[in-house]
């Protein structure tokens, strides 16, 4: 199955999550017309445009599929070095936390895993970087590629997934709730998380 990777959250906000989600294109264009259609809800699935209780149903939907899950997290101690550039480091911790989940979900991908990754936050000299690193971690058989969100479902439940995570761990007046919505697919196991440096995630909350 496809593995789709989105982001949110960033190091200017503290937070940077990315959700790999690992499921069957149809079963993830199933899942969405079927969100749609129980909400009536119109366009592209996205965490920041979704409401609570529809997170919570989507959420739903997804416990109710095979998709298994991976959350990478990159706190807020990950800042530049001196003087460095707040744009380039941003990048930075987005390819280590790429690098890392994909890694990590590669054991139990396949032979030939399809690593497809949302190609809306930086510039094509970037991303075309990114695509490259990961596409080394597919190996020969597998493919790595760079798609918009509004075109596949799988990169929007992954964008769901990563928004939730980020609103997860800030402290706010939702965070209850994200942690609510979050909990039964982490209990269950479908959803796993990861600290950017292979730690376990658990403690956050």
Do not use: W
């Not at 990950?78 to 987005?94: C, I, T």
Request: charged content about 20%.
């Amino acid at each position: 199955m496809p593995i789709y990777c989105d982001e949110s959250g960033g190091v200017g906000r503290g937070v940077m999550t990315l959700a790999g989600v690992d499921i069957d294109a149809d079963s993830a264009e199933a899942l969405t017309a079927r969100f749609r259609t129980v909400t009536g809800f119109h366009g592209e699935v996205k965490g920041s445009r979704i409401d609570l209780a529809e997170r919570a149903l989507l959420f739903e939907m997804i416990q109710d599929s095979k998709a298994r899950i991976l959350v990478g997290i990159a706190i807020s101690a990950m800042v530049p070095d001196g003087n460095g550039d707040r744009g380039d480091h941003d990048a930075s911790v987005y390819a280590a936390l790429l690098e890392d989940v994909v890694a990590a979900m590669l054991s139990g991908a396949g032979d030939c895993p399809n690593v497809v990754v949302d190609d809306g936050r930086y510039g094509p000299i970037t991303l075309g970087a990114i695509r490259e690193d990961i596409a080394a971690l597919v190996g020969p058989c597998g493919t790595a590629q760079l798609d918009l969100s509004h075109r596949l479902a799988g990169l929007q439940i992954a964008d769901v997934v990563a928004n939730t995570f980020f609103n997860r761990a800030l402290v706010n007046e939702r965070q209850g709730r994200m942690a609510a919505i979050a909990a039964p697919l982490l209990e269950n196991g479908q959803i796993r998380m990861r600290v950017l440096g292979g730690k376990t995630a658990d403690a956050i909350t």
